[in-house]
């Protein structure tokens, strides 16, 4: 009769990495108190406005993003255009809230793609020696192409949309994440529990699931929270240089770069998006750090 070793038993130290399997408890009231803290609180309440303001943009007295009106052409601020107007009498008010939409959209879809597919890649890479020298030498490829480059590129074969961005800015995060994992899945392998787990007959599945898969959960958040950042920033990058979203779409990126001519005459066009860009950048990045003190042991504060 077979039998595995229960993960949280006395057998089952933490990793050699320093990071042991996160406790749910233990993990929500260190989120608790993490947040509690002056720079978290305040990088949180801002990253929630912003997403409040991308689930309601509709109720926030905006108007047609895309609606044009060369009669309204490049006003200035006032009653009716909060932010003022564009070069084609759009509403950049309402065109900078329902950028927050695609920023999110695209921070979330290539954080959640890279790191699913990036796991599965990396426990497979790390676990199944056969195939670690395939997939790593493929990851290696894909790395040694510069992102933004590899984005233009694919953006120019297959023309610009939403999903096509997403993709190009996707690809490559997957090999920094498959990297990560494929070093704590090997890390974790050498552990005395996980071969003592092995001489009694746990199968591969229980055995990942169990063992090794939890001991990625922490790095994994902590990579999740730069991607999305990275993602935000690479839209934006793309749109202004003009090989992202078609323009007539809402983003700050594309706001920045048709304000771009009309800086001196309404530098607003550039600064409202910009200022909106940076915010949402900096509280993922201060959310981010707060997350790797708090689950990696090694750089954490008292909180």
């Known amino acids: 009769m077979s039998a595995s070793i229960d993960p ?55 108007s047609d993003p895309v609606a044009i009106d060369p009669g309204q052409r490049l006003r200035p601020v006032s009653q009716a255009h909060w932010l003022g107007t564009d070069s084609l009498g759009r509403d950049a008010y309402s065109r900078a809230m329902y950028g927050a939409r695609i920023s999110l959209i695209v921070g979330i879809g290539a954080a959640s793609i890279s790191v699913t597919l990036g796991l599965i890649i990396g426990v497979i890479a790390g676990y199944f020696r056969m195939a670690d020298a395939i997939i790593m030498r493929v990851m290696d490829g894909l790395m040694a192409i510069p992102g933004i480059l590899l984005a233009i ?27 990560l994992v494929r070093g704590v899945i090997l890390t974790v392998r050498s552990e005395p529990y996980v071969e003592a787990a092995i001489s009694l007959g746990t199968r591969v599945p229980a055995l990942l699931r169990r063992h090794m898969v939890p001991n990625t959960v922490a790095p994994l958040i902590v990579q999740g929270t730069y991607i999305f950042a990275a993602a935000i920033l690479t839209e934006a990058t793309l749109s202004f240089l003009g090989a992202g979203l078609p323009p007539e779409i809402p983003s700050w990126g ?31 990045n201060v959310l981010g750090d707060a997350m790797r003190d708090m689950l990696d042991p090694r750089m954490a504060r008292k909180l």
Do not use: C, H, K, W
């Not at 990071?19 to 305040?42: E, K, N, V």
């Not at 610009?160 to 920094?176: G, H, K, N, Q």
């Open 254 to 284: 594309n706001m920045m770069a048709q304000g771009r001519m009309y800086f001196r005459l309404m530098p607003g066009l550039i600064l409202y998006p910009g200022i909106f860009l940076a915010l949402t950048l900096l509280s993922v």
């Open 153 to 179: 590129a694919l953006v120019s074969l297959t023309g610009a949309s939403l999903l096509t961005v997403l993709v190009a800015i996707t690809l490559p995060e997957i090999p920094r994440v498959v990297r």
């Open 8 to 62: 949280g038993s006395p057998v089952a130290p933490a990793s050699a990495s320093g990071m042991a399997a996160p406790d749910s408890p233990t993990l929500f009231a260190q989120l608790r108190r993490t947040l509690q803290s002056g720079p978290t609180l305040i990088a949180f309440s801002i990253l929630m406005v912003i997403v409040f303001i991308a689930f309601f943009a509709p109720l926030l007295g905006t």
